[in-house]
């Protein structure tokens, strides 16, 4: 069992930086591959970046040279550096993780309750 617990979101000017934080429970945290999620008001959840066990990296178009996602292992924790944010960004963000080979909206098997980002214009 990991649980996840997500920190860091609030109010932001648009163009203004931000950074969420995933501490997770559990000693198999550097197997996992995490992702990190966002729900929009009115919006279906979609999948914003991930990083495998490896430290590969991806992200959604979206975001692209925006967004950067780390982990740092010894401390069971993922990061998201957001930079040059937009108003569009506003949203709950969700860290979530699974054991699975990929990371998909349907696949992860734990996820964290979320924290809110306020981009105003």
């Known amino acids: 069992q990991v649980q996840l617990v997500e920190s860091g979101g609030g109010v932001v000017q648009a163009g203004g930086p931000l950074r969420l934080s995933c501490a997770a429970s559990?000693?198999?945290?550097?197997?996992?591959?995490m992702g990190w999620f966002r729900q929009a008001p009115g919006k279906e959840r979609e999948w914003v970046a991930f990083i495998t066990s490896g430290g590969s990296t991806n992200y959604a178009d979206s975001v692209k040279g925006r967004f950067t996602i780390s982990r740092d292992n010894a401390k069971n924790t993922m990061y998201l550096q957001m930079n040059s944010l937009e108003p569009e960004d506003t949203a709950v963000y969700t860290c979530?993780?699974?054991?699975?080979?990929?990371?998909?909206?349907?696949?992860?098997?734990?996820w964290g309750k979320g924290t809110l980002v306020t981009v105003s214009s």
């Open positions: 979530a993780a699974t054991i699975r080979r990929s990371v998909s909206v349907q696949g992860m098997d734990y």
């Open positions: 559990g000693r198999t945290f550097s197997s996992y591959f």
